[in-house]
């Protein structure tokens, strides 16, 4: 039989208790290092596909005014300044049904894993 005696009683009770504090205290901790890192994770990411955005966007206002500046040659070549803006636009939608014909494995896919990536940086 066991042996119960009063001062295994009055300890039980005060290991117990340190033991459920602990675990509150770890999982308050665990918790607190969850939500850091998916912050920083979080961060990271936005901050990266900010810089890319703003890069993005001065390419693009570049290029809005190469093609005024194409689109304006090409219809003085040929007569008219419309038909310059008829002939970029007509490339643009020749490279727009090319691009939405391969979207997934030059867009959708390559921006999906970056993300993925970046998100399990810290995991690595």
Request: net charge neutral.
């Amino acid at each position: 039989m066991y042996n119960l005696n009063k001062a295994n009683m009055e300890n039980n009770p005060s290991q117990l208790e340190k033991l459920i504090e602990r675990v509150e205290l770890y999982s308050k901790t665990s918790l607190d290092l969850f939500k850091s890192t998916a912050i920083l994770r979080s961060a990271d990411v936005v901050s990266n596909l900010t810089a890319r955005l703003i890069i993005f966007l001065f390419i693009l206002l570049f290029m809005l005014f190469v093609n005024i500046a194409l689109a304006l040659w090409i219809g003085e070549e040929l007569g008219e300044t419309y038909y310059g803006f008829f002939a970029v636009a007509g490339i643009y939608f020749i490279f727009g049904i090319i691009f939405y014909a391969f979207r997934a494995s030059w867009i959708k896919h390559p921006v999906s894993n970056y993300i993925i990536v970046k998100l399990q940086k810290e995991m690595l």
